[in-house]
């Protein structure tokens, strides 16, 4: 009878545990890395430009998987008016957090959708108004999202605007727009570019006790 020598693997065992421990680690760590670029990421919200709707130290799971589609096909995503969008800021770098900040500190920056290209936005005597071909006479975007007093966003919102959102871009605000509490379209932001967005918020996961979904 034929008698075979031990192979490598055999005669090491302990290596042979050893690779399959790196092999088990590398899958963990690219599966980790394909989740957070093509289907899910997590952030931390700073600050109080999305009171009521979203407070510092709020933790959002922020939905890719429409982005990535999009991209997949060649295209730009559009988020839908009214929903709370995370995206690159642009002009800073630094930690995963959702600025909401009065600065340009912030990596990525959450806010919501007011209106899209070619509509025109105005802010005046605390009102906030969009135009376009099917509202010629104007309407307020937060009376479609605005929950209750304490759950979208407030009904004051500050400064004086008149401008009309280029192509390819969105005008963003914060849902707590009074004085100078967000950072936003209105501000000193500007608009924002579709490709800068990473993705519309899908759920709140912290507090434990406020998780919610948007």
Same mark, same amino acid.
């Given at each position: ?5 031990? %192979?490598? @693997? #055999? ?6 545990? /050893?690779?399959?421990?790196?092999? =088990?680690?590398? /899958? ?9 670029? @093509?289907?899910?990421?997590?952030? !931390? ?22 982005? %990535? ?6 295209? &730009? ?13 642009? &002009? *800073? ?7 909401? #900040? ?13 209106? +899209?290209? $070619? ?18 006479? $104007? +309407?307020?975007?937060?009376? *479609? ?17 008149? /401008? ?8 963003? *605000?914060?849902? !707590?727009? &009074? ?5 936003? %379209? ?7 570019? =579709? ?5 519309? *918020?899908? @759920?709140?996961?912290?507090?434990? !006790?406020?998780?919610?979904? +948007?």
């Amino acid at each position: 009878m034929e008698m075979r020598s031990p %192979s490598f @693997f #055999q005669k090491h065992p302990l290596l042979k545990d /050893l690779m399959s421990l790196l092999i =088990f680690i590398s /899958l963990v760590v690219l599966g980790t890395l394909a989740l957070n670029a @093509f289907v899910f990421r997590s952030y !931390n919200v700073v600050g109080v430009s999305m009171e009521n709707t979203l407070h510092g130290n709020d933790r959002i799971i922020v939905n890719r998987v429409p982005v %990535s589609i999009a991209h997949l096909l060649g295209q &730009e995503y559009v988020p839908e008016r009214g929903q709370i969008i995370v995206f690159a800021n642009g &002009e *800073a770098t630094g930690p995963l957090t959702c600025g909401a #900040q009065n600065g340009v500190q912030d990596q990525y920056i959450i806010k919501r959708v007011i209106a +899209f290209p $070619g509509e025109r936005v105005t802010v005046t005597d605390g009102t906030l108004t969009v135009y376009n071909e099917e509202n010629p006479n $104007g +309407f307020n975007p937060d009376e *479609a999202t605005r929950k209750s007093d304490n759950d979208g966003p407030k009904k004051y919102t500050s400064g004086e605007v008149d /401008l009309v959102v280029p192509d390819g871009e969105l005008f963003v *605000a914060g849902d !707590n727009r &009074e004085g100078s509490h967000s950072f936003d %379209s209105r501000n000193g932001l500007g608009t924002v570019p =579709f490709c800068r967005i990473i993705g519309p *918020a899908l @759920f709140r996961l912290y507090p434990f !006790n406020e998780i919610r979904l +948007f």
